[in-house]
């Protein structure tokens, strides 16, 4: 073992079995990617693991060991999975829709941009710097997301009408 990384328990898919595409932090270098990968509990069952913790909980404070075989980093995200974005959707509906980086750095930094008249507000400051970068960085992601929540909502209206459930 080489490598060591970082996830959260909500970034794992339901099935874990095979293949699967992960966002991971490198603990060493802070970097944050998404990758194809291989994840199991016991180490054993990977050919070359790297070590992965996974936090849970409220606050993401409670840590378990498990291990990682990364196949293929930096997935290209302009090919975006409809229906793994559909889920997402639905899924952030039911919770919080408070974002939390966890930094110190971003924190003061985005205080100060408040505290200058840059923004409003620490939440707008977020709201807006986050939008420029993905409809920058991400713009088919950004694209597809407007199609499938459009979906979501048509699909919901139907259900509340009357009419057929897809």
Known sequence: ??????????????????????????????????????????????????????????????????????????????????????DCIQRTRADSNVINARSDEFRALLAYLVETGRYPSVSEAVRSILGDYLSEQYPDLVDAYVDVRTEVEQDELAARLGGDNP
Request: aromatic fraction near 4%; glycine fraction near 4%; charge should be negative.
């Open 1 to 86: 073992m080489t490598g060591e990384y970082i996830t959260s328990e909500e970034h794992l898919p339901d099935d874990l079995d095979g293949e699967i595409t992960l966002q991971v932090t490198d603990t060493q270098t802070k970097e944050i990617f998404v990758t194809r990968a291989r994840i199991a509990r016991d180490e054993e069952d990977l050919t070359d693991p790297d070590s992965l913790i996974v936090v849970r909980g409220p606050h993401e404070s409670i840590e378990e060991q498990w291990y990682i075989e990364i196949e293929e980093a930096d997935v290209d995200l302009r090919e975006v999975d409809r229906d793994l974005l559909r």
